[in-house]
Nanobody
Framework: QVQLVESGGGLVQAGGSLKLSCAAS????????MRWYRQAPGKQREFVAA???????NYTDSVKGRFTISGDNAKNTVYLQMNSLKPEDTAVYYC?????????????WGQGTQVTVSS
């Protein structure tokens, strides 16, 4: 059982910054990948950014150059630094951890944190 606790969402004006955090706790042997997704009202959940255990990062085109994903393996925590925010970044942001135990691989989701960017 893995628990993910997100924090850092809020209301910010366009051009501002926010930093999201997501900490994992529970039983697992390894974290394979850490990702951020978002879901805007009336839209499907979409991929935002990912970081592997080796530190390789990947971003959706709309956030490249503005968002930075990072991880702290010692704290089992992933961060998303969001700069130059735009109203279209408004969404509920979800963290995702893929973890493994001796027996299998698990996909784990955070509870979501609201990010609202005003124009």
């Amino acid at each position: 059982q893995v628990q993910l606790v997100e924090s850092g969402g809020g209301l910010v004006q366009a051009g501002g910054s926010l930093k999201l955090s997501c900490a994992a706790s529970g039983s697992f042997s390894r974290i394979n990948a850490m990702r951020w997704y978002r879901q805007a009202p009336g839209k499907q959940r979409e991929f935002v950014a990912a970081i592997t255990s080796g530190g390789t990062t990947n971003y959706t085109d709309s956030v490249k150059g503005r968002f930075t994903i990072s991880g702290d393996n010692a704290k089992n925590t992933v961060y998303l630094q969001m700069n130059s925010l735009k109203p279209e970044d408004t969404a509920v942001y979800y963290c995702f951890f893929q973890t493994t135990t001796v027996w299998r691989t698990y996909n784990n989701w955070g509870q979501g944190t609201q990010v609202t960017v005003s124009s």
